[in-house]
């Protein structure tokens, strides 16, 4: 009830304060999303007018083959289900109830669906390689409220190893889709198999769902954007659609051009403000033409032009990415687990629990973590405290949105507060592919919801709870949130003390990858954030000595100023997948912030300096583009063997001779150390997109406490990175400039505000690589990144 209250206040406000609601957003369209939407209370709209799968729909034909749809003896049903054949088409009914259980691994098993129903086209061996793409309708029929979507496949000798293509579909209209098909294997298809995974009632109203598919062509095209590497597609422009801050480097580029100068025009392109020469520049990653505009400062809303290609408007101003918070902050609504997300699901998981000692919580809350309805407890703290960041961050220029991002954070905040057992467990994980019926005693209740009581973990939690104590306006939360930060602080050390380092009993959870000096780091950090919450001078004695730990894990010597996962040396520290990176500039500047007068404090500042020199030493090996380099590598790494597992979860038996392979992919510093602009993966597990805003933040807050422009400029640069300063001209935000991708979303369907786990690596090669296929890890929607974006921009005034 105050929730709703909460919004009519809300709306009552835009109502009667106009100079209040011209500051809501710097995009009509979404301001008037945004109260229709009652401020979000429930989602915005999902448009697809600006995406790459619309854009693309428009691409020159040269040829194309009508697919027959409609003769039954050229279709397979497979699985669940049933196939139908209406004039022109073929139909496949899907059961939504099986009368059976989902059933996953051993080790995992609520990750499972409740099976699969499809249909499969014969193709007969064909070679399809001189067709770049099957485009298809389909009509998607439901009652209530169910997300549908299908996957498409080839089933052909050399599979592409890129997985199905995930379709997320409007339900009960015509939807016109694309499969594309120009990077896969396709020399010899037997079959174009099409399915979708049964995950359970949610708010279906009837038994039956179903998919009409008809005119099916296969279509080749006079001209194909490139999957991977670094130059962007020909007639693009590779630049930050959100905008630019006016302050520090404006630039973008492309691969390469006739033209001699840019310009610079008045959003509706009749007017030049600003013209520049076109820069070449021959770097590490080829030759590119820069156009350079960091001159130019006036706010406002503005094209760029070169020849005859022309930009859409961007802005120049400090509320640049205010649209994307706006966004960013939908995407994280739309996770809500245990709530009713209008559209989506209604209360969900409330048959949902973890035991431990007699007592029984319930793990319905929080947010779904990714494209699943998997939750980590742990990421469900730091994307509310990253939401505590962005509220301070807006609360005096946009008081509106921070109040809705404070919300927001205090349902995550609960959350993690309910799954404490009070003796240093905690609910802390589980993986679910599926809806169950949200009643307690019925077939499909869970009681896997993994628990631990990990130091690492109850440090972490104690920091954001102090965090977030010391944030929030006066009330029982804020008490429950110090009295809980002061005892998850004391469990941590009561077991760190007992047992040493966690031994991060569960695979799947993104902790398990820490490293000492990592778990040193954010002991350190979380002492501070307790000493600042409580003035007790025994916590910063905590903080000092843990970070003694990590600067003896610091390398001082050639490419200095990175930290290595133990004080023995033999690998550093990387992140594939979940990143935490920021955690040691964060400890080391808290404490200098902190303890000023400190006996070490010259060390600190010094450990600083050289983490924030190594940064900027690693930026040339990706100019023009900004993205921050994955860091130094190691020779032989997996000679650690438990340190090299933990990173590369379900590595393959090869896996040393792969990393060899992919090390010399990279760039050769020393004999025994090389530059990876990509981490190396060898699994599922891949997309860096948290990687680079986790280090773009540290880069930023060393930026802010060494008083250094180039250091604030790498964190920007992740920021415009991320929404199309990229390779591939593409903004990885659903809704957010143009040239958006369709993305894994497939429990809870295409989202405004979704962004990925990120651009890849393509195999050993150090290289972007950004398949048109929608599948995961790369193309999966994930709460972590929406977090980070947001920690990130909270850095900027």
Request: proline residues 4%; aromatic residues 12%; charged residues 20%.
């Amino acid at each position: 009830m105050t929730y709703r209250l909460d919004i009519l206040m809300i709306c009552c406000l835009l109502g009667s304060q106009g100079n209040m609601a011209q500051t809501l957003t710097t995009d009509r369209t979404l301001e008037r999303q945004l109260r229709a939407s009652g401020m979000l209370s429930r989602p915005l709209p999902a448009s697809d007018s600006r995406s790459l799968e619309t854009r693309h729909l428009q691409l020159k034909v040269v040829q194309r083959e009508v697919l027959s749809a409609s003769n039954p003896l050229e279709w397979e049903q497979r699985g669940f289900g049933r196939l139908s054949f209406p004039r022109n088409g073929v139909r496949l009914h899907v059961p939504v109830y099986t009368g059976q259980r989902a059933k996953g691994p051993a080790d995992d098993p609520d990750y499972a669906t409740f099976g699969r129903a499809g249909l499969s086209l014969k193709m007969h061996g064909r070679d399809l390689r001189a067709f770049h793409r099957l485009v298809f309708e389909v009509f998607p029929q439901c009652g209530g409220t169910v997300i549908m979507n299908l996957n498409a496949s080839l089933q052909h000798a050399k599979p592409s190893g890129v997985g199905a293509h995930l379709i997320n579909l409007r339900p009960n209209q015509w939807n016109t889709v694309i499969f594309d098909l120009s990077e896969l294997e396709r020399e010899q298809v037997e079959r174009i198999t099409f399915y979708t995974d049964l995950k359970g009632r949610n708010g279906a109203l009837v038994d039956t769902l179903s998919y009409t598919l008809r005119r099916l062509r296969l279509e080749r095209l006079e001209e194909v954007e490139p999957e991977r590497g670094w130059l962007p597609p020909s007639g693009q422009i590779s630049y930050s659609m959100s905008g630019y801050l006016p302050k520090g480097q404006k630039t973008a580029l492309v691969g390469s051009t006739g033209e001699r100068t840019f310009q610079l025009t008045d959003e509706r392109g009749r007017r030049i403000l600003f013209s520049g020469q076109v820069q070449s520049s021959s770097t590490s990653l080829g030759t590119f033409c820069i156009l350079d505009f960091s001159a130019f400062q006036s706010p406002g809303r503005y094209r760029l032009r070169l020849g005859n290609i022309t930009t859409e408007p961007f802005l120049i101003s400090d509320d640049a990415f205010l649209n994307a918070q706006w966004r960013l902050l939908n995407f994280i609504f739309c996770q809500r687990c245990g709530y009713e997300v209008p559209g989506i699901h209604g209360v969900c998981h409330q048959d949902v629990f973890c035991n431990h000692a007699g007592r029984q919580v319930c793990y319905g809350g929080g947010w779904h973590d990714a494209g699943d309805l998997s939750q980590q407890t742990l990421q469900t703290a730091e994307v509310a405290y990253s939401l505590l960041e962005a509220y301070l961050h807006n609360k005096d220029t946009h008081p509106l949105l921070a109040k809705r991002l404070l919300e927001e954070a205090e349902w995550g905040l609960r959350f993690i507060l309910r799954c404490r057992f009070g003796d240093g467990f905690r609910a802390s994980s589980l993986g679910l592919l599926h809806w169950t019926d949200s009643q307690t005693g019925t077939y499909d209740d869970i009681h896997t919801v993994r628990k631990q009581d990990n130091a690492f973990d109850n440090y972490l939690y104690a920091a954001y709870e102090a965090f977030a104590a010391q944030v929030l306006p006066s009330s029982s939360l804020c008490d429950s949130l110090a009295k809980a930060a002061t005892e998850d602080f004391h469990f941590a050390e009561n077991k760190f003390q007992r047992d040493g380092y966690d031994n991060f009993p569960h695979i799947m959870e993104h902790t398990y990858n820490t490293s000492p000096s990592l778990f040193q780091a954010a002991r350190s950090w979380s002492a501070t954030q307790l000493y600042l919450l409580s003035g007790d001078s025994s916590y910063s004695q905590v903080a000092a000595n843990s970070i003694s730990y990590v600067l003896k894990c610091q390398e001082k010597e050639g490419f200095s100023g990175y930290f290595y996962r133990d004080t023995t040396f033999r690998a550093p520290v990387h992140f594939i997948h979940q990143s935490r990176d920021q955690l040691f500039p964060q400890a080391l500047i808290a404490l200098c912030q902190s303890q000023p007068s400190h006996p070490d404090a010259v060390q600190w500042n010094d450990a600083i300096r050289r983490y924030a020199d190594y940064l900027k030493r690693l930026m040339p090996f990706t100019e023009p583009y900004g993205m921050v380099p994955s860091g130094i590598w190691q020779a032989e790494e997996y000679a650690d063997s438990a340190g090299f597992h933990s990173l590369h979860i379900f590595a393959p038996r090869n896996a040393g001779q792969l990393f060899d392979r992919q090390l010399q992919c990279g760039w050769k510093i020393d004999n025994t150390h090389y530059l990876r602009r990509f981490p190396m993966s060898f699994g599922i597990f891949n997309g860096n997109e948290a990687i680079i805003l986790s280090t773009g933040k540290g880069a930023a807050m060393c930026g802010h406490y060494l008083k250094d422009d180039t250091l604030l400029q790498i964190g920007l640069e992740q920021l415009y990175w991320t929404v199309g300063k990229n390779p591939f001209c593409q903004s990885l935000i659903y809704g957010e400039g143009h040239r958006y991708p369709s993305m894994d979303s497939f429990s809870s369907g295409e989202i405004t505000g979704e962004i990925p786990v990120g651009i890849r690596s393509f195999g050993d090669e150090d290289v972007p690589y950004w398949p048109k296929t929608n599948n995961a890890c790369y193309k999966e929607v994930w709460m972590t990144s929406a977090g980070k974006f947001l920690s990130l921009i909270a850095e900027y005034e």
